[in-house]
């Protein structure tokens, strides 16, 4: 009975209620029993009904409180009777005051139409709360603009996208209602996900919260509160999108897809025919929801202002707030000013704490004295046979390989492999490596030809041939080194690119690096042309020799 009045409830609030709604609400709280203990506010008139109710909950660990939904809740609201929106938000305020000490409490974007005149309110001000807030537009794609779809549709680059995909076959749409097979399809988008948000963000969503993956699943329940669409092209689905949704509008949610398909934009393909399907459905928007994204401002049409409100609970703690906020604001300006960005500081505070003794002597050393010899060798292909048969272990763009890299290079950190490897993958770059036993043991990148390449430690440049190709930066875990896995990838590489037909391949090395040129010889390449750079302090000479 509860839940009907709740639903019934939601059905008379104006706002875009659905993120408080049962539906979403329920299963968030039953998925995230371990982690967070449901707190809900609810109002009741003089009858007893149910005429307001603000969904919240507590972490466990740390008992810290947020809105239900925490980081998978877009927007943060309460249901309410339009007569008492904004009144039975500043109850709810007063009423956890009392129930839990709250000493600050930051929110996230307030619910599209919620009011916003409580946060000025004087009953607060008397209770000891004091309320900010800052402001953004936030793009809305309006689909019964059919002049804007057709435009976009018809943009050059957008064509030659969906032609690439088209062209592999099975290129298609797929929307997702059955929990089955939403839990077979969330074990690619987790690790589509994991890699493109640790990569720009540093964070894993589904690795690091085990309630994710059945959280998603369990909302399936409800299949007409979400929208669950998957890419599909050349049989392999190739990006995701998993939304909330009302019938009338479409809240963009959870977005992943394939880094190895980055080049040709498969998340603004992916968007374009999600809006095609969702105006054959009779949606009439997309809230594209707050945030900088590129692809959101390239298709809005429409825009909305929200609020994101802070509340400090007592005059101390407002006085506090202002005087952090006014040093923050100055010491972001000196930096900027320095030009310091705060993560380089700490990646190279980082660094120098797990580097060897060894290597920081290395570091000495080169500032006064360096002598590198650069040797760069080729490879005149020959076409392959068909039937020639692959190394079982080494693996062309296999990307989730790369998210079993250890910390096992002091200088070469996770978050900076995988953000690499998107900008690799976006210039059409290809991948080999090889796992075993939830391990990376190698792995190697092969370049296309048409360009400058700079060449390790002889501060030259090397401009490829359009016909050929570049191999580089290899990489074997410390305790699978001098088992052949550098020579295997390199001997995989060179057939698949006789079989592609391309004939001439480059790659090099540092002279001191033995076990590197024994490979590389062996593979079938030839010394082809050394470069040298010699510096003592800053007199610096540099020569290049070819064969």
């Not at 002597?361 to 060798?377: A, N, P, S, T, W």
């Amino acid at each position: 009975m509860f839940v009907i009045q709740w639903s019934s409830l939601a059905e008379q609030d104006r706002k875009f209620s659905l993120l408080q709604e049962p539906a979403f609400v329920i299963t968030w709280y039953r998925q995230h029993e371990s982690l967070f203990e449901p707190i809900v506010c609810l109002g009741h008139n003089s009858s007893g009904q149910l005429v307001g109710l603000m969904p919240l909950a507590r972490r466990r660990e740390g008992r810290v409180i947020t809105h239900a939904g925490d980081i998978h809740a877009d927007y943060c609201g309460w249901i309410a009777l339009p007569a008492i929106d904004g009144r039975f938000a500043e109850e709810c305020l007063i009423a956890l005051k009392k129930a839990l000490g709250l000493k600050q409490w930051v929110w996230t974007w307030l619910t599209p139409g919620a009011p916003t005149d409580f946060l000025a309110s004087r009953r607060l001000k008397e209770n000891g709360i004091f309320a900010s807030f800052r402001t953004e537009r936030s793009p809305i794609w309006n689909l019964e603009d059919t002049g804007r779809f057709d435009q976009l549709v018809k943009t050059k680059s957008i064509k030659n996208q969906i032609n690439r995909f088209k062209k592999k076959g099975g290129f298609f749409l797929e929307r997702v209602r059955d929990k089955e097979r939403t839990r077979e399809l969330l074990k690619h988008l987790r690790l589509q996900c994991d890699f493109r948000q640790e990569a720009i963000q540093g964070v894993r969503p589904f690795a690091d919260n085990p309630c994710k993956e059945p959280f998603f699943v369990e909302r399936q329940e409800f299949p007409e509160s979400n929208h669950f669409t998957v890419l599909w092209s050349n049989n392999k689905p190739v990006s995701f999108h998993f939304g909330a949704c009302n019938g009338d509008t479409l809240l963009l949610g959870l977005t992943a897809y394939d880094p190895t398909e980055s080049r040709n934009s498969p998340g603004k393909v992916h968007l374009i025919e999600l809006a095609r399907m969702l105006k054959e459905e009779g949606f009439h928007r997309i809230d594209l929801t707050p945030g900088g994204d590129q692809y959101k401002e390239f298709v809005a049409n429409d825009s909305q202002e929200l609020v994101i409100p802070t509340f400090q609970f007592s005059r101390a703690a407002n006085l506090r707030a202002d005087i952090v906020e006014s040093a923050s604001r100055k010491i972001k300006k000196a930096l900027a000013v320095l030009r310091v960005h705060p993560d380089d500081y700490r990646q190279t505070i980082s660094r120098l704490k797990r580097a060897t003794p060894r290597r920081l002597l290395g570091m000495i050393k080169r500032v006064f004295y360096e002598d590198v010899v650069y040797l760069q060798y080729t490879s005149e292909g020959k076409s392959q046979p068909a039937e020639v048969v692959r190394d079982p272990e080494i693996s062309a763009q296999r990307y989730e390989d790369l998210l079993l890299y250890e910390q096992c290079n002091p200088w070469l950190d996770r978050r900076q492999l995988l953000s690499g490897a998107l900008k690799r993958f976006s210039s059409g770059e290809t991948l080999y490596s090889a796992s075993r036993g939830g391990k990376l043991l190698h792995y190697g990148w092969v370049a296309p030809g048409g360009q400058s390449h700079l060449l390790q430690g002889v501060n030259a440049t090397f401009n490829s041939p359009a016909d050929s190709v570049v191999l580089y930066d290899f990489f074997t875990h410390p305790e699978y080194r001098r088992q052949g896995l550098y020579q295997r990838c390199l001997r995989q590489m060179l057939q698949d690119l006789g079989a592609a037909g391309v004939r001439r391949a480059f790659i090099g090395v540092l002279q001191g690096n033995e076990s590197s040129r024994r490979a590389i010889e062996n593979a079938g390449f030839s010394l082809s042309r050394t470069f040298r750079r010699k510096r003592i302090l800053w007199f610096e000479t540099s020569e290049e020799h070819a064969f």
